[in-house]
Nanobody, 126 residues
Framework: QVQLVESGGGLVQTGGSLRLSCAAS????????MGWFRQAPGKEREFVAA????????YYADSVKRRFTISRDNAKNTVFLQMNSLKPEDTAVYYC???????????????????WGQGTQVTVSS
């Protein structure tokens, strides 16, 4: 079992930046990849970004490309999401997720992740 704890959310103005962190504990040695998803009020949860744990391959939703950057610190079992040029439409609860199973996989499919954090709120004011 892997436990995930997100942090770093908050209130920021349009154009501002935030850095989310997700600390993993437990059976982290079996992690294949980690991802970030978000859910805005009244909407379904959607994919934001993902990264493979060893190779560092990254994947992004079109809506966040060139604004968000996902990275990881293997030694600290932590994944980050640097969010720049934030927009009101980025307002959502952001969830961290991890995947144990190896490929093939579809990074954008939330059903392909095995563990989830509780989420952290990001609010972007206009």
């Amino acid at each position: 079992q892997v436990q995930l704890v997100e942090s770093g959310g908050g209130l920021v103005q349009t154009g501002g930046s935030l850095r989310l962190s997700c600390a993993a504990s437990g059976r982290t040695f079996s992690t294949y990849a980690m991802g970030w998803f978000r859910q805005a009020p009244g909407k379904e949860r959607e994919f934001v970004a993902a990264i493979t744990w060893l190779g560092g391959l990254t994947y992004y939703a079109d809506s966040v490309k060139r604004r968000f950057t996902i990275s990881r610190d293997n030694a600290k079992n932590t994944v980050f999401l640097q969010m720049n040029s934030l927009k009101p439409e980025d307002t959502a609860v952001y969830y961290c997720a991890s995947r144990i199973r190896h490929p093939p996989w579809v990074p954008t499919d939330e059903g392909q992740y095995d563990n989830w954090g509780q989420g952290t709120q990001v609010t972007v004011s206009s």
